[in-house]
């Protein structure tokens, strides 16, 4: 078999067809890629690149309300930044963290409807010099070019309002929720029908919207009907009318909501989180025609012995690549305990035990 380009061997996946291998989409931690700088990886060179990784490229879009960002304190160890979402956070430089966010400039509806109005489509929201200077070699490589979303509960939680602020709100003001989870996404796709109305084609919508955490979700199956279905019946609808495919990340234990999502037409699944309760061999016995994979692989396989992991994929792969479907990543993000070595140990393994 010849060998793919990556959005050759991605559209086989959607397929549920073999390809050439199983394609690897990998995401460390910042602190993992300092690590490997220090064994070796050059500086300047995409990890991707050095690695041979399957090539992807994303079209982001700013539906923020644009309020002023500024870094309010830098030192050696970390920043805080106050963003365009008006969150201010703490962020860790040489450690393997989710920011630590501190404080939210909108905390009520009356703040809502102030940020709201800020959030109106504009050409200046799109990059279009990264568009002119890049999309065509994107196509010319065989990269997987995504629409990347930004909406939804888990954006409003931790970059917008806060976990708190938004858990009450469900409960106390559904309707203020639906509005911004609406208004977050109609700004993504008004600028996103801008770019792909000049030319740019996108071959998936992709957007994050962790909805679970340890073996539990954030709400009620009846509270996620009710709020959040109808945002991403939406944005199904929309990545299907152009003829593209519709691909969420939700961290945690998500396993209620799978049915629903699939009654959508939702079409992939990640990161399909082991620590949290999911089960990627149950997934894909039970959903494995209808949904693509990614993911799966559980990130504390990775603190240990490297060989452990090895012996894992030996079993795990065969199971998950069966009929296509499947594609290649830990449950998260590659930890900074992983060696340069050991990261291309595992990789050199993929290849040659997800080879169809």
């Known amino acids: 078999m010849h060998e793919f380009t990556t959005a050759e061997r991605i559209e086989r996946m959607f397929q549920h067809r073999p390809a050439d291998r199983v394609p690897?989409?990998?995401?460390?931690?910042?602190?993992?890629?300092?690590?490997?700088?220090?064994?070796?990886?050059?500086?300047?060179?995409?990890?991707?690149?050095?690695?041979?990784?399957?090539?992807?490229?994303?079209?982001?879009?700013?539906?923020?309300?644009?309020?002023?960002?500024?870094?309010?304190?830098?030192?050696?160890?970390?920043?805080?930044?106050?963003?365009t979402w008006g969150a201010t956070s703490k962020q860790w430089k040489h450690q393997?963290?989710?920011?630590?966010?501190?404080?939210?400039?909108?905390?009520?509806p009356d703040d809502w409807r102030t940020a709201k109005e800020r959030m109106q489509p504009?050409?200046?929201?799109?990059?279009w010099q990264v568009l002119r200077d890049n999309y065509t070699t994107w196509r010319d490589q065989g990269r997987w070019v995504l629409a990347h979303g930004w909406f939804g509960f888990d954006v409003t939680h931790s970059w917008f309002i806060g976990t708190e602020q938004l858990l009450v709100a469900l409960v106390e003001h559904p309707d203020w929720c639906a509005d911004m989870f609406r208004t977050e996404l109609e700004l993504d796709l008004a600028l996103l029908d801008r770019v792909w109305d000049a030319g740019y084609r996108y071959d998936a919508l992709v957007w994050p919207d962790?909805?679970?955490?340890?073996?539990?979700?954030?709400?009620?199956?009846?509270?996620?009907?009710?709020?959040?279905k109808p945002i991403h019946r939406r944005a199904i609808e929309w990545a299907h009318a152009k003829g593209i495919h519709a691909c969420l990340h939700s961290c945690g234990n998500i396993n209620p909501f799978v049915p629903e999502l699939l009654e959508l037409g939702l079409e992939y699944?990640?990161?399909?989180?082991?620590?949290?309760?999911?089960d990627p061999f149950q997934l894909k016995r039970d959903h494995g025609e209808r949904l693509v994979l990614h993911g799966g692989v559980s990130a504390l396989l990775w603190e240990g012995?490297?060989?452990?992991?090895?012996e894992h994929l030996r079993t795990f792969l065969p199971v998950m690549m069966k009929d296509g479907g499947y594609i290649f990543a830990t449950d998260h993000s590659v930890p900074s305990s992983v060696s340069l070595a050991?990261?291309?140990r595992i990789v050199d393994l993929v290849k040659e035990v997800g080879a169809y």
């Open 24 to 83: 690897i989409i990998e995401h460390p931690w910042g602190a993992t890629l300092e690590r490997w700088r220090a064994e070796g990886l050059p500086d300047g060179v995409d990890f991707v690149e050095f690695l041979d990784l399957d090539r992807i490229a994303g079209i982001g879009v700013d539906n923020s309300p644009r309020f002023p960002a500024r870094v309010v304190e830098e030192t050696d160890e970390y920043v805080i930044r106050i963003s």
């Open 96 to 108: 393997a963290s989710t920011p630590e966010f501190l404080d939210f400039a909108v905390k009520t």
């Open 122 to 127: 504009s050409d200046d929201r799109i990059p």
């Open 210 to 228: 962790d909805m679970g955490f340890k073996f539990n979700q954030f709400f009620s199956l009846d509270m996620y009907r009710e709020l959040l």
């Open 269 to 278: 699944l990640n990161p399909i989180e082991v620590k949290a309760g999911m």
């Open 305 to 310: 012995d490297i060989e452990v992991m090895a």
């Open 342 to 344: 050991e990261f291309r």
